[in-house]
């Protein structure tokens, strides 16, 4: 009985986040590269958000260096590079970008990117946790930092059966976390970082 509660539970959690069928944990593309770097022992590079802002230094260019805010539509503005899109991207793939925009007027262009302040990294724990809800911080977490941060398990809870839903533009991602394996040091590639906007789930 128990059993089927639980899977109920989580069937609504994830109608809620979307309607679209859910995808295997090692999909294409992001997922895949975040299970790489977590196996290497380094963790995947900042994709930036709306809200977020950016330090843009463009050397020996002290009137080009300013701050920037990525707008709600993902872009920012910026001096010769007018908009461009920002959302989405690591700040690698940003400097990148400007430098190849600023070679039409600036002979070698060198550009760094600094992620200044995270505002919109915002994930979610919900079941049997002390603290369920939203949590909003200004950098990444893993899962077991999140589960910290929602107080740890109730009584009853199943945590070697959790579960973390990621919506995507193609659909949900579900990825599983069976937390006694990580916290003995076997699949410690489950603690993945996440993505603004997961959802943990603890049965």
Known sequence: ???HVQ???LLFVCFLL???PLRAQNGPGAERREADAAKNGAAPSYVIQPNDIL???VWKETDLTRKVVVRPDGRISFPLVQDTQAAGLTP???KEQIERELKNYIDVPNVTVIVEAIRSYQIFVTGKVAKAGAITVEKPLTVLQALSLAGGFLEFANPAEMVIIRNTPTGN???KFNYNEVV???NFDQNIVLKSGDVVVVP
Do not use: H, P
Request: proline share 0%; charged share 30%; net charge positive.
């Open 1 to 3: 009985m128990r059993l």
């Open 7 to 9: 899977r109920l539970s």
């Open 18 to 20: 979307a309607g679209s």
């Open 55 to 57: 330090e843009i230094y």
């Open 92 to 94: 690698g793939d940003i």
């Open 173 to 175: 991602v579900l990825f």
């Open 184 to 186: 003995k040091g076997r």
